[in-house]
């Protein structure tokens, strides 16, 4: 079946500093990727929509200068938190539809927990 | 906008008794999807069941059936024989037809299978 994978599962860093994510589909070319946030115990919230060759489309209230997407190829999509702070600690997660179709059925990255320190 | 709503924040079942998570949404399209994710303690956002709006037949996946009701937006999650694997966090999402694959979810209803 479809696999995504998501790079690093978990990653530590300090204020200030920037963190990259990366969600790669394996076996199948994804035109359409998604940035989820979940905080401990809560819903997954869409962060933006990650689209192939042209610029993200972010969710309102999201800082598009501080979470930067980017998804030159069609098997990857990388979210790059800059200058993060302690309240960007969280959980981000990936998906990516597995056809060009609005329905075509989406698969999830394993999520990457990250803690700014 | 979509809303979705999962009122039970918790629920328990006895391992092989049944269950049922609810779930209601808010929407003015016709065409749309729903669908119940699973997210065991890894995190992995697994895919249970999804049902389409213009079915009138409740979809099924082995042990996990759904109850949809169009009229009342109701959308609520079965699940016969319950095993101690089923124990995760579980989340209704709503999809509009032409969003994209968007999803909106639910709050989550965190389920604890007994022994």
């Known amino acids: 079946g479809a696999v995504v994978s998501q790079h690093p599962s978990w990653v530590i860093c300090k204020s200030g500093t920037s963190v990259k994510i990366e969600c790669r589909s394996l076996?199948?070319?994804?035109?359409?990727m998604f940035w989820y946030r979940q905080f401990p115990k809560q819903s997954l919230m869409l962060m933006a929509t990650?689209?192939?060759?042209?610029?993200?489309?972010?969710e309102q209230g999201v800082e598009k200068d501080k979470f930067l997407i980017n998804h030159a190829s069609l098997t990857l999509s990388t979210l790059t938190v800059t200058s993060a702070h302690p309240e960007d600690s969280s959980f981000y997660i990936c998906?990516?539809?597995?056809?060009?179709?609005?329905?075509?059925?989406?698969?999830f990255g394993n999520g990457t927990r990250l803690t700014v320190t | 906008a979509q809303t979705v709503t999962q009122s039970q924040p918790e629920m328990s079942v006895q391992e092989a008794e049944t269950v049922t998570l609810s779930c209601t949404y808010d929407t003015s399209e016709s065409d749309y999807y729903l669908f119940w994710y699973k997210q065991p303690p890894s995190r992995q956002m697994i895919l249970v069941i999804r049902q389409e709006a213009y079915k009138q037949q409740n979809a099924t996946e082995n042990r996990f059936s759904v109850n949809f009701q169009k009229a009342a937006k109701s959308f609520s999650l079965k699940i016969s024989d319950s095993q101690l694997g089923d124990a995760a966090m579980y989340f209704c999402a709503y999809r509009k037809e032409t969003s994209g694959s968007r999803l909106t979810f639910g709050e989550g209803t965190q389920l604890t299978v007994n022994p």
């Open positions: 076996d199948f070319q994804a035109t359409t």
């Open positions: 990650s689209n192939e060759g042209s610029k993200a489309t972010y």
């Open positions: 998906s990516a539809r597995t056809g060009p179709l609005n329905n075509s059925p989406l698969h």
